[in-house]
């Protein structure tokens, strides 16, 4: 007898769905329970299994092909030579077809496939089939590249659409950086954070003086401040580099991220080769960035490829700030300064990978000394 | 180009009041002679933010180099600014 095995509905607002893995072929046997099938809609992948022990007789549809929910995805049979009644084209029954059948993709590589948008093609495969292993192996390979590579891939997927109802909104810029830094900073640094508390007496008195000799307009202590920090990982290069595939990676050009809240913005602004410009080079580059910020005029790279960061939330009187470690970093200052407290905290965010709590703590010592 | 010094001083104290209140700071009380940056009621980002609001409101584009106590140090001095940098456009 011949039984009919049914394309299975995989949520309730689609009719059809994709065929994309046929795992079997006319003629084999399967058991109750093997995966003769995977099908695939927009929200998710479901594996078709069969239901008993049976002969495949007759496969009724093919991969990518689009299969209507309820049809005959194929026939089983007790035996070889049972007799099906449907006359449907039967796409995939010669031997050609077959071995075709064989080298397409499991399931789930083809997910990944399609989550990283990658073209099949350029993946090596090790064995008969394309498997997950063989695209996680590309993948760890093509990351290998260069770090900015490994930044730029897209944040992890929330596959699951909220119960609650709503609608997706599309990101800004700054909100899908936003998301590749956070998922960068979970999933790949090891996070610490230290901080230390300071007299700003000496800090604000010696900022003071150079805003008077240089008749500025701003405070120039935050980018003094800055401006040490470069000047340390100038000294110290593994304040300037980051950890890609287990290996250490080195930055040449110091370049500084800094903190700029502009409206509802927050942006990373970035001085590059900051080790090259001289303390009144660097107070006019980053004050001259920071305008840009304000007026939402930056180009993509004022606010791309920091090497290492620094930030203040002084003006919003917060005692502390834990800041998240951009991408591909190993450490971000941190500064606050409660008024009316007399005291300034200097925290670090670091990735343990690469420092310890000591190589910060002499980072947080330096910086607390006003320049001689 | 001739540009209302009393408008122009009226506009750049009304925005250093609603700067200043963004930061819990009362400026009401500011002389058109007072230098902003001693005066503490805004910090830095706050005359940054001034800054930016001065260019984009009377079309100026200044350079780095522009943005200092002489020019731009007081309410009197903008204003003055303003004037000079409009009457040479």
Known sequence: ?372 | MSVDNNAVKSAIREKLIAIASSLDADASGISDEDIIPATGLVDSAGILELVVWFEKTYELTLSQEEINIDNLGSINAMAAFLATKKSAA
Not at chain 1, 36 to 64: G, N, P, W
Not at chain 1, 137 to 144: E, I
Not at chain 1, 221 to 248: C, D, F, H, K, S
């Open chain 1, 1 to 372: 007898m011949a039984y009919p095995l049914h394309t299975p509905r995989v949520n309730n607002n689609d009719d059809h769905v994709q065929i994309i893995e046929l795992s079997v072929k006319e003629g084999d046997f399967v058991k109750q329970g093997q995966v003769v099938a995977a099908v695939e809609t927009d929200k998710a992948i479901v594996e078709v299994e069969s239901d008993r022990d049976a002969y495949v007789l007759k496969i009724m549809s093919a991969v990518d092909a689009q299969a209507a929910v309820g049809s005959v995805l194929m026939w089983l049979g007790d035996s070889q030579d049972e007799k099906v009644t449907e006359t449907v084209a039967t796409p995939a029954t010669d031997k050609a077809a077959s071995n075709a059948l064989l080298q397409q993709p499991t399931a789930k590589a083809r997910a990944l496939i399609k989550k990283h948008n990658l073209d099949i093609a350029s993946i090596p495969c090790a064995g008969e089939r394309l498997g997950v292993g063989d695209v996680e192996a590309y993948l760890l390979k093509a990351g290998s590249g260069t770090p900015r590579q490994m930044a730029t891939m897209p944040a992890e997927t929330i596959d699951k659409i909220p119960e609650v109802a709503g609608s997706l909104q599309n990101l800004s810029p700054e909100g899908r950086g936003m998301v590749a830094t956070v998922s960068w900073h979970r999933d790949q640094a090891a996070h610490g954070y230290l901080e230390m508390e300071y007299d700003p007496e000496p800090w604000d008195s010696y900022a003071k003086a150079y805003a008077s000799e240089n008749k500025l307009m701003l405070s120039p202590m935050l980018p003094l401040l800055a401006y040490q920090l470069v000047r340390l990982a100038a000294e110290n290069p593994r304040l300037n580099g980051t950890i890609v595939n287990g290996q250490r990676y080195q930055y040449e050009p110091i370049n500084l991220g800094f903190t700029v809240q502009a409206d509802q913005t927050l942006y990373l602004t970035v001085i590059r080769e900051a080790q090259n410009l001289s303390p009144q080079e660097f107070i006019e580059a980053l004050g001259g960035i920071q305008r840009l910020a304000m007026a939402h005029k930056l180009k993509p790279e004022q606010m791309t490829g920091a090497t290492l960061s620094f930030s203040s939330m002084a003006r919003w009187n917060v005692s502390r700030h834990i800041p998240l470690l951009p991408p591909h970093t190993s450490i971000m200052i941190a500064h606050a300064a409660p008024r009316g407290s007399n005291r300034a905290v200097l925290g670090a965010s670091y990735d343990h990978r690469l420092l310890t709590g000591f190589d910060v703590v002499q980072v947080l010592q330096a910086l607390v000394k006003k320049p001689a």
